[in-house]
Nanobody, 123 residues
Framework: QVQLEESGGGLVQAGGSLRLSCAAS????????MGWFRQAPGKEREFVAA????????YYGDSVKGRFTISRDNAKNTAYLQMNSLKPEDTAVYYC????????????????WGQGTQVTVSS
């Protein structure tokens, strides 16, 4: 079992930055691929980014490439999502998730989910 807790969400103006954190507890954090997804009202859950446990390979959704950066600190059992050049369309609830194995980008591959943190970008 893995417990995940997100933090760092909030209200920011367009063009600003936020850093989300995901603190994990339970099973060995370093053996899971960590991912971020988001869901805006009335829309489906969208893949944002993922980072593998082994080589730290990173994957990004097309809408955030070049603006968001995912990272992890296995010593702290924490994953991060640095979000720069934020746009109003980035407004959503952001979820942290953990998947067993070295590569995962689809929501069904992730077994554990946090409660989510709200990010609101004003224009």
């Amino acid at each position: 079992q893995v417990q995940l807790e997100e933090s760092g969400g909030g209200l920011v103006q367009a063009g600003g930055s936020l850093r989300l954190s995901c603190a994990a507890s339970g099973r060995t954090f370093r053996s899971y691929t960590m991912g971020w997804f988001r869901q805006a009202p009335g829309k489906e859950r969208e893949f944002v980014a993922a980072i593998s446990w082994s080589l730290g390979s990173t994957y990004y959704g097309d809408s955030v490439k070049g603006r968001f950066t995912i990272s992890r600190d296995n010593a702290k059992n924490t994953a991060y999502l640095q979000m720069n050049s934020l746009k109003p369309e980035d407004t959503a609830v952001y979820y942290c998730a953990a998947a067993p194995g070295s590569v995962a980008t689809l929501s069904w591959q992730f077994d554990y989910w946090g409660q989510g943190t709200q990010v609101t970008v004003s224009s």
